[in-house]
């Protein structure tokens, strides 16, 4: 077995050096990057950080919402799938903040919502329709069963 080097991985805000953590992960390296392969794993060992636990799709920081970017952070970083080398490699992955809709400011009313309730389609209400008059049925024959028995 010939040993090789850590796989890490580590969290950006997008145009910055500022770390993003990912609290599904539990082992952090010294540096501060999240262990994907530890240190001395054999050379050729493969590694995939495409799941959700390596690259959660967003991450929250002071607050705020940050959404995975599709860009890569070239040349700084190595594959995200591979093998482990004899060097170790680091994995970024960028994040961007995601844009929450603005809060109307004080004294300003809402738009009101003009469209009306949402009751559902047609084939619903017909469906509804059905299982009532089938119940209806159902009803009026166990009752008449009844009496039959009865009389």
Do not use: C, W
């Given at each position: ?22 609290p ?8 501060g ?30 607050g ?37 809709p ?29 299982l009532v ?11 008449l ?7």
């Amino acid at each position: 077995m010939v040993s090789g080097g850590k796989v890490s991985v580590k969290y950006i805000i997008e145009g910055t050096e500022v770390t993003l953590e990912n609290p599904a992960i539990s082992e952090v390296d010294s540096n501060g990057n999240y262990v994907v392969k530890k240190e001395n794993t054999e050379i050729g060992t493969p590694y995939d950080t495409t799941t959700m636990i390596f690259q959660p799709k967003r991450l929250m920081k002071d607050g705020k919402t940050y959404e995975l970017t599709a860009r890569k952070v070239a040349p700084k970083t190595d594959p995200i799938t591979g093998e482990v080398k004899a060097e170790d490699q680091l994995i970024i992955y960028e994040y961007r903040l995601v844009e929450e809709p603005e809060a109307p400011t004080p004294g300003q009313p809402k738009k009101p919502n003009v469209s009306g309730p949402k009751t559902g389609d047609a084939s619903d209400i017909q469906a509804h329709g059905l299982l009532v008059l089938m119940s209806g049925i159902l009803i009026f024959a166990m009752r008449l069963k009844k009496r039959r028995e009865e009389g």
